[in-house]
């Protein structure tokens, strides 16, 4: 499978089309911001991805579909459009459009529509690489198995700007969870270390050590209930006797006893005892025992207030009483009422401080008397309130007394219906657990049946692996690695290495690169250089892909390197090239050239660079030059957008 064009659709309808060419090293140079570093992202979102990894920008704002032409293996030409997802303001879209055997003209705006799903396409892609019926099954069963498909033949083909220099990371999605585990699980197949007649074996072994995991389990739970079932069957008699399923004065003595009272029990017909329906308490209770109450607090405010009335007015009528007696005494002198002032009644003594007369003493008196006449007068008044308040006191009281004891009532029986259904709940989950222990018991008969059934499956099991021969698969994928180790150092000094005469090997455990120096192996992360890093990403890919093209395996014919000569050049380093590191860059496309004329017309490579090189290899793999304000998407789209 290789790349015929990507084509970018705009909101009306216009066209770009990038064409390619098949089998041979395509060249886009450009300088920045022109839109190749976007190529990826388009190409991958195109072939399925689950997301949509286009920058934001120009690109997004102006296209409406991304599409590409593929040409398989078989002659077919698909072309697949996908909508740029900021059209629906949404994160992706889920369908694509999938057009098979399509002429030499591509489609136009108005007959792109969609017609699969995202899986769907994966499935195709898969097919059409020949992907065959296949699936990982981890020794240990401490994950699901893992089946490869199209997905994981992309991190063999990209090289974002990104990842071509970085020493921590071969492979395209190396860094996101999961995908390390996936690469080691599906690079096997793919390099065609596995046996794919063997495929379907594995399979029905992963099926039948999930049986065999089932009786295990089922073994371990019956030899506990064995353990622990004499104590166990004691101990559900007696919650039995708690909840009334059988006589409390009932004595089991016995195992075998205990059982068949428990068999017993298990088949004695469960009725749920009687529930009356739950008594609500009534609003109109409650509101009528709230006002009931509020209105015996005014009643015994106003008690109160008028007793404390009454209680003051009886100590003033004694305080004016005790005046009067004092006042009436001084009629038993018999004093006129003309009587000198300064004059003492008693002893004729000159007084120094007048006394008052007579007549004065006579009017306070009547006053007083007066006063006690109005006093006698409310007391009887006073005392009648009084009697009526604590009439209404009692009334009260008695209403209240009866509003709640009928609530008070009510929250008893809610009480009992409640102690019922708890019974009733208690009962039903002692039954179960009774029917649980005795169906276990069973499955204690039964266990040399199961005895039998493991037995056999671990034989079966056997035979099945035995047939696989994975000693034989790990010699395979040794094999297969050493070759593709003694490849790439067959070509380090093709490139511009440091350890241009140590022999290198890729680890797939740890999905590095080891140059095997005399004195010690470095891992990739350990060797200084950009250079380098960018130069054991190239062995490493196009060792691999050749493998792929030479051996016929199910992985995209093309790789898609952005930036390569990052390391040697700034951006702006663009229509002569002055440096040191000339031989360095010219080395390393004629190591792409070399490779891909070796493999033709089976591999193809597309390079996004800044650097165009005054060479003729160089010049006659440019397929485009953005500069100058040729980009990408063309400036006029820009005002439409």
Same mark, same amino acid.
């Given at each position: 499978?290789?790349?015929?064009?990507?084509?970018?659709?705009?909101?009306? &309808?216009?066209?770009?089309?990038?064409?390619?060419?098949?089998?041979?090293?395509?060249?886009?140079?450009?300088?920045?911001?022109?839109?190749?570093?976007?190529?990826?992202?388009?190409?991958?979102?195109? !072939?399925?991805?689950?997301?949509?990894?286009?920058?934001?920008?120009?690109?997004?704002?102006?296209?409406?579909?991304?599409?590409?032409?593929?040409?398989?293996?078989? &002659?077919?030409?698909? *072309?697949?459009?996908?909508?740029?997802?900021?059209?629906?303001?949404?994160?992706?879209?889920? +369908?694509?459009?999938?057009?098979?055997?399509?002429?030499?003209?591509?489609?136009?705006?108005?007959?792109?529509?969609?017609?699969?799903? %995202?899986?769907? #396409?994966?499935?195709?892609?898969?097919?059409?690489?020949?992907?065959?019926?296949?699936?990982?099954?981890?020794?240990?069963?401490?994950?699901?198995?893992?089946?490869?498909?199209?997905?994981?033949?992309?991190?063999?083909?990209?090289?974002?700007?990104?990842?071509?220099?970085?020493?921590?990371?071969? *492979?395209?999605?190396? /860094?996101? =969870?999961?995908?390390?585990?996936?690469?080691?699980?599906?690079?096997?197949?793919?390099?065609?270390?596995?046996?794919?007649?063997?495929?379907?074996?594995?399979?029905?072994?992963?099926?039948?050590?999930?049986? #065999?995991?089932?009786?295990?389990? @089922?073994?371990?739970?019956? $030899?506990?209930?064995?353990?622990?079932?004499?104590?166990?069957?004691?101990?559900?008699?007696?919650?039995?006797? $708690?909840?009334?399923?059988?006589?409390?004065?009932?004595?089991?003595?016995? @195992?075998?006893?205990?059982?068949?009272?428990?068999?017993?029990?298990?088949?004695?017909?469960?009725?749920?005892?009687?529930?009356?329906?739950?008594?609500?308490?009534?609003?109109?209770?409650?509101?009528?025992?709230?006002?009931?109450?509020?209105?015996? /607090?005014?009643?015994?405010?106003?008690?109160?207030?008028?007793?404390?009335?009454?209680?003051? +007015?009886?100590?003033?009528?004694?305080?004016?009483?005790?005046?009067?007696?004092?006042?009436?005494?001084?009629?038993?002198?018999?004093?006129?009422?003309?009587?000198?002032?300064?004059?003492?009644?008693?002893?004729?003594?000159?007084?120094?401080?007048?006394?008052?007369?007579?007549?004065?003493?006579?009017?306070?008196? +009547?006053?007083?008397? @007066?006063?006690?006449?109005?006093?006698?007068?409310?007391?009887?008044?006073?005392?009648?309130?009084?009697?009526?308040?604590? @009439?209404?006191?009692?009334?009260?009281?008695?209403?209240?007394?009866?509003?709640?004891?009928?609530?008070?009532?009510?929250?008893?029986?809610? $009480?009992?219906?409640?102690?019922?259904?708890?019974?009733?709940?208690?009962?039903?989950?002692?039954?179960?657990?009774?029917?649980?222990?005795?169906?276990?018991?069973?499955?204690?008969?039964?266990?040399?049946?199961?005895?039998?059934?493991?037995? /056999?499956?671990?034989?079966?099991?056997?035979?099945? =692996?035995?047939?696989?021969?994975? =000693?034989?698969?790990?010699?395979?994928?040794?094999?297969?690695?050493?070759?593709?180790?003694?490849?790439?150092?067959?070509?380090?000094?093709?490139?511009?290495?440091?350890?241009?005469?140590?022999?290198?090997?890729?680890?797939?455990?740890?999905?590095? %690169?080891?140059?095997?120096?005399?004195?010690?192996?470095?891992?990739?992360?350990?060797?200084?250089?950009?250079?380098?890093?960018?130069?054991?990403? !190239?062995?490493?890919?196009?060792?691999?892909?050749?493998?792929?093209?030479?051996?016929?395996?199910?992985?995209?014919?093309?790789?898609?390197?952005?930036?390569?000569?990052?390391?040697?050049?700034?951006?702006?380093?663009?229509?002569?090239?002055?440096?040191?590191?000339?031989?360095?860059?010219?080395?390393?496309? /004629?190591?792409?050239?070399?490779?891909?004329?070796?493999?033709?017309?089976?591999?193809?490579?597309?390079?996004?660079?800044?650097?165009?090189?005054?060479?003729?290899?160089?010049?006659?793999?440019?397929?485009?030059?953005?500069?100058?304000?040729?980009?990408?998407?063309?400036? $006029?789209?820009?005002?439409?957008?």
């Amino acid at each position: 499978m290789q790349i015929e064009k990507i084509i970018l659709y705009s909101k009306i &309808g216009q066209k770009r089309i990038v064409d390619f060419k098949l089998g041979k090293v395509n060249i886009i140079s450009g300088e920045s911001k022109s839109g190749k570093t976007a190529l990826i992202g388009i190409i991958d979102y195109c !072939l399925a991805s689950n997301s949509c990894d286009i920058s934001e920008g120009k690109i997004k704002d102006t296209v409406f579909f991304f599409a590409i032409v593929l040409k398989f293996n078989d &002659g077919e030409r698909v *072309f697949i459009a996908r909508q740029n997802p900021n059209v629906k303001q949404v994160a992706s879209i889920s +369908t694509v459009c999938l057009i098979r055997n399509i002429g030499v003209d591509t489609p136009e705006f108005e007959d792109i529509e969609s017609n699969f799903n %995202i899986e769907s #396409l994966k499935d195709f892609l898969s097919s059409k690489l020949g992907i065959n019926e296949n699936m990982h099954v981890p020794d240990s069963l401490t994950r699901e198995p893992l089946k490869a498909n199209f997905k994981h033949s992309r991190f063999y083909c990209y090289q974002p700007q990104y990842l071509i220099a970085d020493p921590n990371q071969l *492979f395209y999605n190396q /860094n996101k =969870e999961f995908v390390p585990q996936s690469i080691k699980d599906t690079l096997p197949y793919f390099l065609g270390a596995i046996n794919e007649e063997s495929l379907s074996i594995e399979s029905e072994i992963a099926y039948l050590k999930k049986e #065999l995991n089932k009786l295990q389990r @089922e073994k371990r739970e019956s $030899e506990k209930i064995k353990s622990e079932g004499s104590s166990q069957a004691f101990s559900l008699i007696e919650e039995a006797k $708690e909840i009334g399923l059988i006589n409390s004065e009932a004595q089991v003595n016995t @195992e075998v006893l205990a059982y068949e009272l428990l068999v017993e029990i298990s088949n004695w017909e469960y009725k749920p005892l009687a529930i009356k329906s739950e008594n609500r308490i009534s609003k109109q209770l409650i509101e009528s025992r709230n006002d009931l109450r509020l209105e015996l /607090n005014k009643i015994e405010d106003n008690l109160k207030a008028v007793k404390d009335f009454a209680k003051t +007015t009886l100590g003033y009528n004694n305080e004016v009483r005790q005046q009067e007696i004092r006042l009436s005494s001084i009629n038993i002198l018999n004093i006129p009422e003309n009587s000198n002032n300064n004059i003492c009644p008693l002893c004729d003594s000159k007084l120094k401080t007048p006394i008052p007369s007579i007549k004065q003493i006579n009017n306070s008196l +009547t006053q007083i008397r @007066e006063d006690l006449k109005s006093t006698k007068v409310e007391s009887p008044r006073i005392q009648s309130y009084i009697a009526t308040l604590k @009439e209404q006191e009692e009334k009260i009281q008695t209403d209240l007394k009866r509003v709640e004891k009928s609530i008070s009532s009510i929250y008893e029986e809610n $009480e009992k219906a409640r102690t019922l259904r708890d019974l009733n709940i208690r009962r039903g989950k002692i039954l179960g657990r009774i029917s649980l222990f005795l169906e276990s018991i069973k499955m204690e008969k039964e266990s040399n049946e199961s005895e039998v059934r493991m037995t /056999n499956l671990k034989k079966i099991i056997s035979t099945l =692996e035995s047939q696989i021969d994975t =000693e034989s698969e790990k010699e395979r994928l040794l094999s297969i690695i050493n070759k593709i180790n003694l490849q790439m150092s067959k070509w380090v000094a093709k490139l511009d290495v440091e350890y241009d005469d140590s022999p290198i090997r890729f680890d797939l455990n740890k999905l590095t %690169i080891y140059v095997d120096t005399d004195t010690k192996p470095i891992a990739l992360p350990q060797i200084g250089s950009g250079a380098n890093w960018v130069a054991y990403h !190239l062995l490493i890919l196009f060792a691999l892909q050749k493998h792929f093209i030479q051996n016929q395996r199910p992985v995209p014919s093309f790789l898609i390197l952005d930036q390569p000569t990052q390391v040697y050049y700034p951006p702006e380093k663009s229509d002569e090239i002055i440096s040191s590191d000339d031989i360095a860059v010219d080395k390393m496309f /004629n190591f792409m050239f070399d490779v891909v004329e070796t493999l033709s017309p089976s591999m193809q490579v597309i390079v996004m660079d800044h650097a165009y090189l005054k060479n003729q290899r160089f010049e006659d793999s440019v397929i485009q030059e953005w500069r100058k304000g040729n980009k990408l998407v063309p400036e $006029e789209w820009e005002s439409i957008h």
